[in-house]
C-alpha cells in the first residue's frame, strides 16, 4: 500500500507549518472538522473546545490538522486567530462537498462538514479524521430523500471518521443499512452496540467489533491495500460517549422529538437542519447536551490520534 502520508501539493491547499513538518516526517496527523466550531457550539465554548481537542491530540502523540476554508484557500491546520475567525465571524458558511468549489471561487471563507473535511483531509494525505458525529438517513428520508452527504463520501474517501455513531436525530437503522449497501466498514469501538451521539446505546448492533487502537489500524491498512486501484472508500469507527457525560436513550429522546416538532413548525431544512436541532436540544436541556458533546468530541480525538499513530507505524513497516 502506498504511503497515504506524503505531502500533497495541492494548488488551493494550504499546510499550517507544524501539519506540514509532521506530514513530511511521516508522523501522525489528525483532521478535525471546523463546522462544529461555527455551527455547532456557541461562543466562547467553540474555540476553547477546539483548541482543548487539539491539545489533547498532541498529547496523544499526533498533530492536529483542523480543515477550513478561508478566503477561498482549502486549510489543514490553522493559527489561533484563524480559529477565532471560525468562531466569531458570521460570514463563515456551513459548506458541504458540493458548495466547495464555489466557495473556493468567490474566495470566501467556509466551515466544513464531515464530508468535506473527508475530501480536504484526502487531498492533504491525512487518513484519520476524528468528529463528534456523523450525518446519516433523517427520519422520513422515504419522503424527503434527506440522506447526508457525509455516507456517500465514506463510501468512496479513504479516511476513516472517529464519531460517537451518528447523531440521534437521524435514523440510525436505515443509516446503517445504507452503509452496508455502500460496502463501508462501521467499526464498534470496544462496544458491540452502535452508540448513538448523546448515548451509548441506540438499539442496533455493531456490524464489527474492534477492542483496540492497533486493531481498528491493521483493519484500515486491509482495506485500503486491497481497494481496486481508483477506489476504496472509507471506515466510521463508532466510539461511545464516556459514560460520565452519557445523557440515556430514554432521557434524551423526548427532547430530540420535541426539537424535531419545533423545527417543522419553523420550517427549517437542509443545512440548517442540523445546527438548529443541537441549539434546540441545549436549549430543552439547559447545556447538559453541549457537555455531553463537548466529552465525546474530546474522547474521539484522543482515539483517533492512537489509532493514526498505530496507522502510521503499519505505514512504517509495509
Known amino acids: 500500500m502506498s504511503s497515504p502520508f506524503t505531502l500533497s501539493q495541492h494548488p488551493l491547499l494550504d499546510f499550517a507549518p507544524e501539519v506540514a513538518q509532521a506530514l513530511a516526517e511521516q508522523r501522525p496527523v489528525v483532521a478535525l472538522e ?45 493559527s489561533d486567530a484563524e480559529l477565532e475567525v471560525l468562531g466569531t465571524n458570521k460570514r463563515v458558511q456551513k459548506i458541504s462537498v458540493r458548495d466547495l468549489p464555489f466557495t473556493v471561487a468567490r474566495g470566501g471563507h467556509g466551515a466544513t462538514t464531515v464530508a468535506t473535511t473527508m475530501r480536504v483531509a484526502a487531498l492533504a494525505g491525512i487518513r484519520v479524521f476524528a468528529t463528534g458525529g456523523t450525518g446519516g438517513v433523517h427520519r422520513g428520508a422515504a419522503q424527503t430523500f434527506d440522506i447526508s452527504a457525509d455516507l456517500t463520501e465514506l463510501a468512496r474517501t479513504p479516511v476513516a471518521v472517529v464519531s460517537a455513531g451518528v ?5 440510525i437503522g436505515l443509516t446503517l443499512e445504507y452503509l452496508e449497501t455502500q460496502g463501508v466498514p462501521v467499526i464498534g469501538y470496544g462496544v458491540s452496540e452502535f452508540p448513538a451521539f448523546y448515548s451509548r446505546q441506540s438499539g442496533f448492533m455493531s456490524p464489527l467489533v474492534a477492542e483496540d487502537a492497533a486493531t481498528v489500524a491493521r483493519a484500515l491498512y486491509a482495506q485500503w491495500a486491497l481497494a481496486l486501484p481508483g477506489q476504496g472508500g472509507g471506515a466510521l469507527i463508532a466510539n461511545p460517549i464516556p459514560q460520565h457525560a452519557e445523557i440515556p436513550h430514554a432521557e434524551i429522546a423526548p427532547v430530540i422529538e420535541q426539537a424535531l416538532t419545533d423545527m417543522a413548525a ?38 483517533a490520534a492512537q489509532i493514526a499513530a498505530e496507522l502510521q507505524q503499519l505505514t512504517r513497516r509495509g
Open 266 to 303: 419553523q420550517n427549517i431544512h437542509g443545512k440548517d437542519t442540523t445546527p438548529y436541532l443541537l441549539a434546540r436540544i441545549a436549549q430543552i436541556t439547559g447545556g447538559r447536551s453541549l457537555t455531553a458533546n463537548i466529552a465525546l468530541v474530546k474522547n474521539n480525538a484522543v482515539v
Open 34 to 78: 471546523s463546522t462544529i466550531i461555527s455551527h455547532g457550539m456557541p461562543y466562547p465554548q467553540n474555540v476553547q473546545t477546539a483548541r482543548e481537542v487539539e491539545l489533547l491530540i498532541r498529547e496523544a502523540g499526533a498533530v492536529p490538522a483542523t480543515i477550513a476554508v478561508l478566503r477561498g484557500r482549502l486549510k489543514a491546520g490553522l
Open 167 to 171: 447523531k440521534s436525530i437521524l435514523d
